[in-house]
């Protein structure tokens, strides 16, 4: 675990640190576009097996950056994790997403759920993330993550995937203290997760809030954006986190990147549907952003990948605190040479910035 850094540039860049070009990962790098990736699914059976694995997780997790001079890892695992802990019966149909045997209905159901064991349900992650720090040998650093409380919520309630997420809503609206109450042990449970993620070498945390922007201004700074600060200060507070910078990111939320930047995290996410400028301008310049290419970009063709790449960044304006990065995942249909032109641009062009 002491093994030094041999490529910080992430760390320095969510630090508003002067980097030698602007860092980039990506969201779902380790994924089905990579051939590598489904290879390795296939031999684990099924995603669930896969990243409940802890070499297969470290297998996949590698395998963009022997492809890609990439800035960072991200743990290879899935945001349901905690709920699936919860003893909620997750599993994922071909070509449905996740679905939760046992959902998340009313306050019998909310009463008994509580904090999970990180030593039992979820050593799995942990160990996971050793050996993928050990393995990285300070290549580069490792970020951890979690789902938010709000996003866990949106699928435990409903059961699995939704067009709107109703039946959270219903209740936030016609009970919102048994939907704090969900949401509580969540954060709970969220924070408690991630300083075990901290402990065992994460070196950056992200909290995706993936539906985030499901919800008005009002009614996001009530159900997800007070719980992602509870998680926030709750790291913040315990020694094993406390120096780890945390990444927000809740895509759809634009309206509210002022308040999220508020909550002491070091960087926020941005989805693609925000110019960078105005996003700096929301947030005064007082966290790093990380974004915020439209993925659907990496299926043109490379001169337009590096002109849009080239776009983004110039829009950021500066050389200090950017992080690139797609505003969503990679999709399957992506060819990864266009990944690999995206990569290279974004150095290149970072180093021509700063004057290299």
Same mark, same amino acid.
């Given at each position: 675990?002491?093994?030094?850094?041999?490529?910080?540039?992430?760390?320095?860049?969510?630090?508003?640190?002067?980097?030698?070009?602007?860092?980039?990962?990506?969201?779902?790098?380790?994924?089905?576009?990579?051939?590598?990736?489904?290879?390795?699914?296939?031999?684990?059976?099924?995603?669930?097996?896969?990243?409940?694995?802890?070499?297969?997780?470290?297998?996949?997790?590698?395998?963009?950056?022997?492809?890609?001079?990439?800035?960072?890892?991200?743990?290879?695992?899935?945001?349901?994790? &905690?709920?699936?802990?919860?003893?909620?019966?997750?599993? /994922?149909?071909?070509?449905?997403?996740?679905? /939760?045997?046992?959902?998340?209905?009313?306050?019998?159901?909310?009463?008994? $759920?509580?904090?999970?064991?990180?030593?039992?349900?979820?050593?799995?992650?942990?160990?996971?993330?050793?050996? &993928?720090?050990?393995e990285l040998a300070g290549r580069v650093p490792l970020i951890g993550f979690a789902g938010s409380p709000w996003t866990l919520a949106c699928?435990?309630?409903?059961?699995?995937?939704?067009?709107?997420?109703?039946?959270?809503?219903?209740?936030?609206?016609?009970?919102?203290?048994?939907?704090?109450?969900? $949401?509580?042990?969540?954060?709970?449970?969220?924070?408690?997760?991630?300083?075990?993620?901290?402990?065992?070498?994460?070196?950056?945390?992200?909290?995706?809030?993936?539906?985030?922007?499901?919800?008005?201004?009002?009614a996001f700074r009530e159900f997800s954006l007070r719980h992602l600060a509870q998680i926030v200060a709750a790291l913040k507070a315990d020694?094993?986190?406390?120096?780890?910078?945390?990444?927000? /990111?809740?895509?759809?939320?634009?309206?509210?990147?002022?308040?999220?930047?508020?909550?002491?995290?070091?960087?926020?996410?941005?989805?693609?549907? &925000?110019?960078?400028?105005?996003?700096?301008?929301?947030?005064?310049?007082?966290?790093?952003?990380?974004?915020?290419?439209?993925?659907?970009?990496?299926?043109?063709?490379?001169?337009?990948?590096?002109?849009?790449?080239?776009?983004?960044?110039?829009?950021?304006?500066?050389?200090?605190?950017?992080?690139?990065?797609?505003?969503?995942? @990679?999709?399957?249909?992506?060819?990864?040479?266009?990944?690999? @032109?995206?990569?290279?641009?974004?150095?290149?062009?970072?180093?021509?910035?700063?004057?290299?």
């Amino acid at each position: 675990m002491t093994t030094p850094l041999r490529n910080d540039r992430l760390l320095r860049a969510l630090r508003r640190e002067p980097t030698d070009t602007t860092p980039i990962w990506l969201m779902r790098q380790a994924g089905r576009y990579l051939p590598e990736y489904r290879a390795t699914r296939e031999r684990a059976g099924s995603f669930l097996a896969l990243a409940q694995h802890p070499e297969l997780a470290c297998e996949v997790t590698l395998q963009p950056l022997d492809r890609f001079e990439l800035d960072a890892a991200i743990l290879f695992s899935d945001i349901l994790t &905690i709920p699936d802990a919860m003893g909620l019966g997750l599993s /994922f149909a071909h070509g449905e997403g996740p679905q /939760f045997a046992r959902p998340v209905r009313n306050a019998a159901d909310i009463a008994r $759920l509580a904090v999970p064991d990180m030593d039992g349900e979820l050593r799995y992650v942990t160990d996971a993330v050793r050996l &993928i720090r050990n393995e990285l040998a300070g290549r580069v650093p490792l970020i951890g993550f979690a789902g938010s409380p709000w996003t866990l919520a949106c699928y435990m309630v409903e059961g699995g995937g939704s067009r709107d997420f109703a039946r959270l809503k219903t209740l936030c609206w016609n009970e919102p203290a048994l939907a704090h109450q969900l $949401l509580d042990v969540l954060a709970r449970s969220v924070a408690t997760y991630l300083v075990a993620q901290a402990a065992a070498g994460a070196q950056a945390l992200m909290i995706f809030d993936s539906w985030g922007g499901m919800l008005g201004p009002a009614a996001f700074r009530e159900f997800s954006l007070r719980h992602l600060a509870q998680i926030v200060a709750a790291l913040k507070a315990d020694t094993r986190s406390r120096e780890l910078p945390v990444i927000l /990111f809740s895509k759809g939320a634009n309206a509210s990147l002022a308040a999220m930047a508020a909550t002491g995290c070091a960087a926020l996410g941005v989805d693609w549907t &925000i110019d960078l400028a105005d996003a700096r301008k929301a947030v005064n310049s007082q966290v790093a952003l990380q974004g915020n290419l439209d993925p659907a970009t990496l299926r043109a063709t490379p001169e337009v990948i590096r002109r849009e790449a080239r776009a983004v960044m110039d829009g950021y304006g500066e050389p200090t605190g950017h992080v690139f990065n797609l505003g969503h995942g @990679v999709t399957p249909e992506v060819d990864p040479e266009n990944v690999r @032109v995206l990569v290279d641009e974004v150095h290149a062009y970072g180093r021509t910035l700063r004057g290299a």
